[in-house]
């Protein structure tokens, strides 16, 4: 007689067998919850896009009460160029995204170095490579995000509004150019961030490294724009007298290397729409290929450090 109680013995498991998956997106998902639990997280992402607003406000008014020429022609929108707009959007916001990368990825590895926390990660079914390409996306994205919203957004609000004033006709192709260029400053942030955070074991000090190399670079840049001045004979001398060197070397920091590929992928040299005449000297855009090779040497010799550097290794004290 069969037994009516079902046979609860140890069963082999006979069902698919699949490699995990998207392992690095539960690391670039933890690291992502803490950034925006920060309330300057918040602050800075706001306060990036401020140009943007201040653009479409002028705009605005500009075009409801500016008196018109015949045939309805605005001589301010006639001289204004569209993609430079992006640009000084894009330079100006610089800084924010600077702050914004070190609030969320100077501690990216540091804090885990500190913790040990590279024992728990990596004895998981956990790569190096999903460890460093979890940490790396989840501060890419977030800078893509807070880069490209505003972006985006002005330049559907341009293409709704200033259609008739050569938002589109001016460069059909400028839509396609500011997706190339909105990852720029975010996979550049990414890499650096977590190359500098692998050499240490507190965020604090991975920040304030980082920090001293943004701004030491940003004065040599500074020093740049006076040697200009002085070259042109003053603000409002003559441009072709400034080395080429010179303005090459205005490039040469962690913003200026940014700008100078944002001026490559838009293919304009910039300018100032609000400032009139006499201010800064706006270099001419450096050479494309030079740039887009010293952009990826550096974000893949960061990268490189931070491959070198993570690895799980247990101290132990005798």
Not at 1 to 11: G, K, N, Q, V
Not at 29 to 50: E, H, P, Q, T
Not at 173 to 200: D, E, N, T
Request: include cysteine.
């Amino acid at each position: 007689m069969a037994s009516p109680i079902a046979d609860l013995s140890y069963r082999s498991y006979d069902g698919p067998l699949l490699p995990p998956t998207m392992r690095w997106w539960v690391v670039a998902k933890s690291v992502m919850r803490l950034a925006i639990r920060k309330k300057g997280f918040w602050v800075w992402a706001n306060l990036s896009y401020y140009w943007f607003i201040i653009l479409a406000a002028v705009f605005y008014f500009v075009d409801v009460l500016a008196p018109t020429l015949p045939g309805g022609a605005n001589p301010f929108f006639s001289r204004i160029v569209w993609k430079d707009q992006f640009l000084d959007a894009f330079s100006i916001a610089q800084m924010f995204l600077f702050i914004i990368a070190l609030l969320i990825g100077a501690g990216a590895i540091a804090n885990d170095n500190r913790s040990n926390a590279l024992l728990v990660y990596l004895s998981k079914p956990c790569s190096k490579l999903d460890y460093l390409f979890g940490k790396w996306m989840a501060i890419f994205l977030i800078l893509v995000a807070i880069t490209g919203v505003p972006t985006l957004l002005f330049f559907v609000y341009g293409l709704l509004s200033y259609r008739h004033y050569g938002f589109i006709s001016q460069d059909p192709a400028l839509f396609w150019r500011l997706l190339v260029m909105i990852p720029v400053p975010a996979a550049f942030h990414a890499s650096a961030c977590l190359g500098i955070s692998s050499l240490f074991n507190q965020g604090r000090m991975a920040g304030a490294t980082y920090a001293g190399i943004y701004f030491l670079s940003l004065f040599f840049t500074k020093a740049m724009v006076v040697i200009q001045i002085i070259a042109m004979d003053g603000p409002r001398g003559d441009p072709s007298r400034v080395p080429s060197i010179v303005n090459t070397l205005f490039y040469a920091s962690v913003d200026g290397l940014q700008i100078g590929l944002a001026k490559v992928i838009l293919q304009t040299d910039g300018g100032h729409l609000l400032s009139g005449p006499g201010g800064p000297p706006v270099p001419p855009a450096p050479n494309g290929w030079l740039f887009t090779a010293l952009y990826l040497l550096a974000c893949g010799g960061f990268l490189a450090i931070a491959w070198q550097r993570v690895r799980a290794v247990e101290v132990v004290r005798g």
